[in-house]
């Protein structure tokens, strides 16, 4: 969702609590798709039918919310999924929800089904969707973080990301042994717009002799003279890191910075792209969807509402939307220092 959401006025039975008992609930999957998203929706179906709750499905995210694409879902309904990437859900972008009359609409929609609690599984854009939602209208919202980016604050770990950690140093295990075999440096892209923890933990797993991420400034001059510092007492393999929202502009522009300054390098660009968000969730991540999903449900049984459910410690923790989607994950200095000395 963008961040110009037109807000509308609240509807007469608006409250930033449950108004009555939680006995109907829905699921859905919004943004990005992310690995464990299936698990979460495993978790909350089955809970809520352990609570004698009614349970139903809202297919592609807020659009199908809109469209009143809402179908019950039964045990059945989740079982053989845990396993699976993506959602069943579905998910999908609706500019219509930015919009106060889009909104209206999705919640006529949930009351047709007399749905009075919604469990959202998605990023910073959907929570942005919820909060705006449950701000105009009588339905609790709770939020779950699934986002390969990690780039949610309230939580130590986002449903998908560890996957998409995984997946990206097994590919880039794999070009250091082509790099290795021609004496090539290779500059790999992975997923990131606004966050460069994807980048940080798969290059630090990898042994990348640098990583480039959003947060923080990227000096081409200082990679042009440990390239060339490297060269000199003869290390010729080289891994670069680059998250896709590097200041910078990527790795295809750090490419041709880089064989402009040190044009006698073999240097080949590899963007790992949308295979990041694919394939079969690892066990945390379906540990961690499972655990969301589970508290989600009997949060919303407790009264909760406009709140993120994430995992800090080892231990639930509930962050308001509001600060869940204005707050973002920070990146140390240390992890740098870790690069720039294991990688030497």
């Known amino acids: 969702m963008a961040s110009d ?22 699921v859905l999957t919004s943004g990005g798709d992310s690995p464990g998203m299936n698990a979460a929706i495993r978790a909350v179906v089955r809970t809520g039918i352990y609570h004698k709750l009614n ?11 809109i469209k009143g694409d809402i179908i019950k879902m039964e045990s059945k309904s989740v079982a053989n999924i845990i396993q ?20 209206k609409e999705a919640y006529n929609q949930l009351k047709k089904h007399n749905i009075n609690g919604v469990v959202v599984i998605g990023g910073d854009g959907s929570f942005k969707g919820a909060l705006a939602f449950n701000q105009e209208f009588d339905i609790p919202c709770i939020g779950l973080p699934g986002t390969i980016d990690k780039d949610i604050a309230g939580t130590d770990f986002t449903i998908g ?20 075999a021609h004496d090539r440096l290779f500059i790999v892209e992975v997923m990131g717009r606004d966050a460069g923890y994807i980048a940080l933990h798969s290059g630090i797993a990898t042994g990348a ?15 042009v003279s440990a390239l060339q510092a490297n060269e000199r007492r003869q290390k010729l393999v080289n891994i670069i890191v680059v998250a896709e929202g590097d200041a910078y502009g990527g790795a295809n522009e750090v490419s ?59 231990l639930l923790q509930y962050t308001p939307l509001e600060n869940a989607i204005k707050d973002r994950q920070k990146i140390d200095e240390n992890w740098f220092n870790i690069t720039r000395i294991l990688a030497s």
């Open 256 to 314: 041709r910075t880089l064989k402009e300054k040190v044009p006698h390098l073999d240097i080949r660009v590899c963007i790992l792209g949308h295979i990041q968000r694919g394939g079969s969730p690892s066990c945390i991540d379906r540990v961690i969807a499972s655990r969301l999903g589970f508290a989600a449900v009997e949060s919303l049984l407790e009264g909760r509402s406009n709140c993120m459910i994430g995992i800090v410690n080892n």
């Open 84 to 103: 699976r990437g993506g959602t069943v859900l579905k998910t999908a972008r609706s500019k219509e929800f930015y919009e106060y009359e889009g909104r």
């Open 55 to 65: 349970v139903y499905g809202v297919m592609y995210g807020y659009k199908g919310m």
């Open 161 to 180: 990301f560890d996957t998409a950690v995984n997946t990206a140093v097994e590919a880039i295990d794999k070009i250091r042994d082509t790099a290795d």
């Open 5 to 26: 959401i037109k807000t509308g006025t609240p509807d007469s039975n608006a409250s930033g609590k449950t108004m009555s008992k939680v006995t109907n609930i829905a």
């Open 209 to 223: 002799e640098h990583i480039l991420v959003p947060e923080r400034k990227t000096n081409i001059e200082d990679i």
